[in-house]
Structures are given as C-alpha cells and as structure tokens.
C-alpha cells in the first residue's frame, strides 16, 4: 500500500492530484486546511489544502500460490499496513500535545486554527481506527458485545474506542469514554418545573416506589400524591406506607376524570401513580389517555421501566405507551441487573425518551439518582473508577 500527502490550494485541486496520481481506487484518508509554510499547524502563512491518500498497488495474488501462503504471512503484512497508517497520525498527535501544552502556559488564547485541526486529527484518526481487520478477542467490538449490546452499535463504538486509544488513552478509559460519548445526549437533567407528573409503565416496574422517591424529594404543602390504583386490592397499600413513613398524605381517585378535577378544585400541582395492567388490555391504555387529557398538555409523562426487563418487552413497554408521548425515561432495578445492555440499546435508538432517573434500590429517597454519562457507561461495562 502507498500512502502520500497531496497539497494543492483548494480542495478540488487536490482531488484532481489525488486521482492523476492514484487514479479512481484511491482512498482518501483525510483532508485538513494547513499553512503554506512550514509553521506547525497551520498557524501562519497563506492556508492550502492537504489530503492524504493511499492506494493497494501490490498484484492481485495468484490462487493457487496464495493457498499456499501462510496466515503469519498474511498478519505481517497487514501489520505492516497498520503501522504505515497509524505512524504519520502519531506523529501528528504528538506535535499536538506539544504544542498545546506550551500554549496552556500562556495568557493568550489558543487561535481558532487549532480547535479545527483538533477536530480534524480525531477524525483522521477514527478514519484510520475504523480500518483496522477484523475485531480480535481483545479489541473493543469483543468488550462491547460481551456487556449486551447490539452488534451496530458495538461496531459503532469499537471505532470510536480504537481512536481514542490511538490518542493515548488506555483500553479501559477508551472504553468507558467511547460510550459516554454517545450515551450524553440521551440523558436529561431532571428539573421540578412545578408541572403535573403522570407516571406510567407495565406491572411490576417499579412506578409506586419511584413516585414515592420523587414525591420525598419535593415535599413542599402544594403538591399532592393522588392513586389511580384504588381498585386493585392492595394497589395503595405500598403508597400509604411509605406515604406514613415520610409523612406524606395520599389522595384517591376513582376514574381519570377526577384527577384533573381535584388539581384544579385544589390548585395544587399532582404526582399521579398509576395502576400495572397487560400490555393487552386497551381499556386501561383508553383510561391513561383520559388521565392525561384531564392534566392538560403540560403535564409531564415519565415511562418507568425495569432493567430487568429482556430486551424484547422493553421494545414492547415503549411501543405500548408511545400513544402518551412519554417525555423521559426511568429505568428501576438498576442495582438488580447483572447487565445493561438491553437499557442501553434500547436507549440508543432513534425516537427513544431521554432517561431522567436511575432507581438503583428501594430506599426512599435515595436509591433514585440522575444519571451521570460516564458513571452509566462504567457500569455497563462494569469498569471500576
């Protein structure tokens, strides 16, 4: 494989020299904007264009010689193309390490060159990672899909990982690192905006206690706690105690009508429990529309699943409820869980609420957390700190 840089003063000019040279099975391996002169980074001299390019000019190998040949062979050579690759990127790591620890020591701000070739080194060095054959026992695909993710997304990630390791960090933080990335957008900061709160989810979720961890950490006289479980037989029964234990009054309510009716009659803001049915009965469905109809638009609906739940029925519990519009994400039982990566998936997939809250046991109010990005992804993969 030949690797070469090709400067030129725009990027089409240097597209044109990259295909005269290597003709059209040439791989671009990156592009970035650099000085014409021979100022690191770019920092001074007019701007140009350099693209870096490789191309396979060794024969096509003859099958009946090739079978000959042994994997070792084989390894070498795709060694060597490695190293060819990842050499001129660790170089320019290098220089930039440098140089950004000597601009740390003075007063002046680094000049927006720098931020740019920052960005544009992790992506050449992605471009390479995600070059790299086939995943082996330790590389990151194997981490990841040991920890129950799905192979996209554990491909995703290995590519990721692998850049980060080629910037210096160790398998672990590029472990950990890579998947926070990815999960920090998904996550929200809960914020108590006064607005009603309608929590949903299968039987057996977990959405009493988390009400109940929620209703401690508010307490104040214009928040009301008010069942829709009434007609279950011991369906308040766990409220009111815990409801005694913190000294918290609990308010019943008989049809989904009279929810709305109450907030408006008391003038008071409502944390609603609402009752376990199958994900096959409708009719209970049709009663947490009217439940939330009767709340108004505003009102903040929080879908509370299990981490113990497979995969399969968390799909399902979203889909299920979807017609609620749920607006963030509980996961419960996190403490249970030998492993999350059917939370993770699910997470990760496009239209899915934000997570808000993490249940990690049953104590009142403690064992509910924000989830933090890099404390979740160290427990996915169950990496200590």
Not at 63 to 86: C, F, H, I, K, M
């Amino acid at each position: 494989m030949l690797i070469r840089r090709f400067e030129a003063p725009s990027t089409a000019e240097a597209l044109a020299a990259v295909k005269a040279a290597f003709g059209p099975d040439a791989v671009i391996l990156g592009t970035r904007n650099k000085s014409s002169r021979r100022a690191p980074f770019g920092l001074l001299g007019k701007p140009i264009v350099e693209v870096t390019a490789a191309i396979d000019r060794e024969p096509r190998p003859d099958p009946e010689r090739s079978s000959g040949r042994s994997a070792a062979d084989s390894s070498w050579r795709t060694l060597q193309v490695s190293r060819a690759l990842v050499a001129p990127l660790e170089d320019e790591l290098r220089a930039l390490r440098e140089l950004i620890e000597r601009s740390s020591s003075q007063p002046t701000a680094p000049p927006p060159s720098l931020a740019e070739e920052v960005a544009e080194l992790r992506r050449v060095a992605r471009a390479l990672a995600a070059r790299v054959p086939e995943a082996r026992a330790d590389d990151p695909e194997s981490s990841y899909r040991a920890a129950g993710l799905s192979l996209p997304i554990c491909q995703e990630l290995g590519v990721d990982a692998r850049a980060r390791m080629l910037q210096g960090e160790t398998r672990g933080e590029a472990l950990v690192g890579a998947l926070a990335e990815r999960l920090e957008p998904k996550l929200t900061v809960p914020r108590d905006e006064g607005r009603h709160r309608l929590v949903i989810g299968a039987a057996g979720a977990g959405k009493t206690t988390t009400l109940a961890k929620q209703a401690a950490r508010i307490q104040d006289d214009r928040t009301r706690v008010v069942s829709t479980d009434a007609h279950r037989y011991g369906g308040t029964e766990a409220l009111r105690g815990l409801s005694r234990h913190l000294g918290m009054k609990i308010d019943l309510a008989n049809e989904p009508e009279a929810v709305g009716r109450f907030a408006r009659k008391r003038r008071c803001r409502v944390l609603v429990d609402t009752p376990g049915r199958p994900r096959s009965d409708r009719d209970a469905l049709f009663d947490l529309l009217q439940l939330s109809d009767s709340l108004g638009p505003e009102t903040e609906v929080q879908l509370v699943v299990s981490a113990k739940t497979k995969e399969s029925d968390l799909r399902e519990d979203l889909s299920h409820f979807g017609c609620l519009r749920p607006s963030s994400l509980v996961v419960s039982c996190v403490d249970e869980s030998v492993e999350l990566g059917n939370v993770v998936n699910l997470l990760l997939e496009e239209g899915t609420p934000p997570l808000s809250w993490i249940g990690t046991g049953q104590r009142v109010p403690d064992d509910l957390r924000p989830p933090d990005p890099t404390d979740l992804a160290r427990q996915v993969m169950q990496v200590a700190p």
